[in-house]
């Protein structure tokens, strides 16, 4: 596998220079509206509202996840990026750990510094049924789309569940991991989280014990 830098370069995207990556998540960005018409079948619900000045200076908000019924996603917003919260039932658990998709993954034991360390295990997440991840493809930046369900032929053939980034093909599974032979390089972002309690994270904590540093990972 070819070497790739643990950064792709960031320049002023107002200046001349060749396109790079921040240029292309502006440009993803802008073309948003369009992809939630796309995705309109996916629930988009509110999180409990943090004050504005909570959300000026970046900090956590927390999800109700008895919103979250088996099977769906919602979409929050987390210091400008969009969160992908998804509740997993019985049926894609069961896949996460089917062979024939894990031979299929890049990194399959999440070994790039891509999570904290309490979501480095098969589901990538502190609890199995409910995945945490930062909806920004690592290839280009766009906003990959959710098919959670097996099918023959959409959005690709042989789909087995996951999300679809239409930018330039890339494809996840339903924890985020990222298939082999696609141009995304790494696996999907989880962001610092934790139960408040059964039924309600705060995005942008980390539990007690843990020093994760978002900051730190190896990309977004
Ligand atoms: S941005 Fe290129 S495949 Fe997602």
Known sequence: ???????????????????TRRDFLYIAT?????????????PMIAQLEPDKATLAAGGPVELDLTQVQAGQQVVVHWRGHPIFVVNRPAAALKMLQNPKLVERLSDPQS???????YAQNWHRSAKPEYGVFVGICTHLGCIPLYYP?????????????????PC?????DLAGRVFSGVP????????PYRFVNDHKIR????PP???????SIRQI
């Open 1 to 19: 596998m070819t070497d790739i830098p643990s950064k792709a370069p960031i320049t002023d995207p107002m200046s001349s220079g060749a396109r």
């Open 30 to 42: 802008a073309a948003m509206g369009t992809v939630g018409v796309a995705a309109s079948i996916v």
């Open 111 to 117: 070994k790039e510094f891509q999570q904290p360390q």
């Open 149 to 165: 369900n097996p099918s023959a032929s959409a959005p690709v053939s042989d789909w087995l569940g996951g999300y679809f980034c």
């Open 168 to 172: 330039h093909g890339s494809k996840y």
């Open 184 to 191: 995304a390089p790494y696996n999907l972002p989880v962001p």
């Open 203 to 206: 995005i942008g904590e980390n």
């Open 209 to 215: 014990d843990s020093h994760f540093s978002f900051e």
